[in-house]
């Protein structure tokens, strides 16, 4: 996964990836206790010591999240996300890891309601909206387009990075779904 998210302003937040930082550590924790004898005390401090490890990777990634969050939650008056299929992407096209490590889901849900709190607005652009194929500058939707091209090239001339472009084209949508809304 390319960070955790990316700004129709070309920033992205990038994640950090606490589970894949330590993925080494709780392999080596999880190997002494399975050498350990069932029961034992040496087995439940080392048990112990493991869920250290989990919970380290947890608490960090919750400060993270919650930091993102209250920061988009105090800039802006209404944030445009895609609404993902967080169970597709972890059980294909091998982001299991990186998407379960990202903890998405956990994270707009903590941003929406930060937004609520504010009196601010979360709008969630639908899954099929082809937001990577359709040029931000003309409009014009690109047929063919595999997921290895990073850069995204119009015939119109516009060249942008391919999150960026889909980025600015779910803000447009969103802004559209709101404007039918109100």
Same mark, same amino acid.
């Given at each position: 996964m390319q960070g955790m998210c990316v700004f129709s302003t070309g920033e992205r937040a990038e994640y950090p990836m606490f589970y894949r930082n330590t993925e080494k550590k709780i392999a080596w924790e999880q190997r002494k206790l399975s050498r350990c004898q069932k029961g034992s005390q040496n087995y439940k401090k080392q048990k112990k010591r493991v869920a250290l490890c989990h919970e380290k990777i947890r608490n960090q990634r919750k400060d993270f999240q919650h930091k993102l969050s209250a920061s @988009?939650?105090?800039?802006?008056?209404?944030?445009?996300?895609?609404?993902?299929?967080?169970?597709?992407?972890?059980?294909?096209?091998?982001?299991?890891?990186?998407?379960?490590?990202?903890?998405?889901?956990?994270? @707009?849900?903590?941003?929406?309601? =930060? @937004?609520?709190?504010?009196?601010?607005? @979360?709008? =969630?652009?639908?899954?099929?909206?082809?937001?990577? =194929?359709?040029?931000?500058?003309?409009g014009k939707k690109k047929e063919n387009l595999s997921l290895s091209e990073r850069i995204y090239y119009c015939e119109c001339g516009h060249r942008m990075d391919r999150d960026v472009n889909a980025a600015v084209n779910i803000m447009n949508e969103g802004k559209r779904t709101f404007a039918e809304c109100a």
């Open positions: @988009l939650a105090e800039s802006f008056d209404a944030v445009c996300v895609e609404d993902l299929n967080l169970k597709g992407m972890a059980g294909g096209l091998h982001l299991g890891k990186g998407v379960h490590d990202n903890g998405y889901g956990l994270f @707009l849900s903590m941003l929406e309601y =930060k @937004l609520e709190e504010r009196g601010k607005y @979360l709008i =969630k652009v639908d899954r099929y909206f082809a937001s990577s =194929k359709i040029c931000s500058a003309c």
